[in-house]
């Protein structure tokens, strides 16, 4: 079956800039989680997401949203963009939250320069 | 503060050679401890969720256990497809009826034939 399809794979964008980064989760899984990656600070959570539904939220500023649609596509905003935002951004996507244990599938992530 | 802290940074053993790599965390209302591996250029892969301590799973090689501070990940017999960076990440009881999700900064793991 097609796994976890992140869009676009890669993103140049210019400080002030908006940008949005879709997730399109397993068919049939309706938890998606999205994580920040960098070099410097690792893998942190950004948001958990199930049946359309913020779970959890990470420790991240107001400029980064993100939402579910009723077909568990989902979609993360990241406003006013910053030289520290430039990362790789993962999504996940399970049939349930993720503390019910079940298998977590990643993204291959969406790799965004800012400048 | 919520911290988890992944030892050793880096680790690398022969082919056959079993080790343990560690994961230990200070939090307060730990709600699940995960663990992943990921290769690089990739999105990690997940292994394993544990609740409680006293808890092991087994995958393969691979076998987690938890205690109240500290997770250990055991590789038995590891082969060079083991050599993976792994990642564990608590999940917590956070403010406001929310869950945080804390990962610590990896072991990266290299077996050599």
């Known amino acids: 079956k097609a796994g976890v399809t992140q869009t676009p794979r890669y993103l140049i964008k210019t400080r002030g800039q908006q940008v949005t980064l879709s997730c399109s989760p397993i068919?049939?899984?309706?938890?998606v989680s999205w994580y920040q990656q960098t070099p410097g600070q690792g893998l942190q959570f950004l948001f958990e997401y199930f049946s359309e539904t913020q779970r959890n939220k990470g420790n991240f500023p107001g400029r980064f949203s993100g939402r579910q649609f009723s077909n568990s596509r989902s979609e993360m905003n990241v406003s006013t963009l910053e030289l520290g935002d430039s990362a790789l951004y993962l999504c996940?996507?399970?049939?349930?939250?993720?503390?019910?244990?079940?298998?977590?599938?990643f993204g291959p992530g969406t790799r965004l320069l800012v400048l | 503060e919520d911290q988890v802290t992944q030892s050793p940074e880096a680790l690398r053993l022969q082919e056959g050679e079993s080790s343990s790599l560690n994961c230990s965390y200070t939090v307060s209302g730990l709600r699940g401890l995960f663990w992943y591996r990921q290769d690089p250029g990739k999105g990690p892969e997940f292994l394993f969720t544990l609740y409680s301590a006293g808890e092991e799973k087994e995958k393969e090689r691979l076998k987690a256990t938890l205690t109240k501070k500290e997770s250990f990940l055991h590789i038995t017999a590891p082969k060079p497809e083991d050599s993976a960076t792994y990642l564990c990440?608590?999940?917590?009881?956070?403010?406001?009826?929310?869950?945080?999700?804390?990962f610590g900064k990896g072991t990266k793991l290299t077996v050599n034939p």
């Open positions: 990440a608590v999940q917590a009881r956070g403010q406001g009826g929310s869950e945080k999700l804390v």
């Open positions: 996940a996507s399970s049939l349930a939250p993720r503390l019910t244990g079940g298998t977590q599938y």
């Open positions: 068919s049939g899984h309706r938890s």
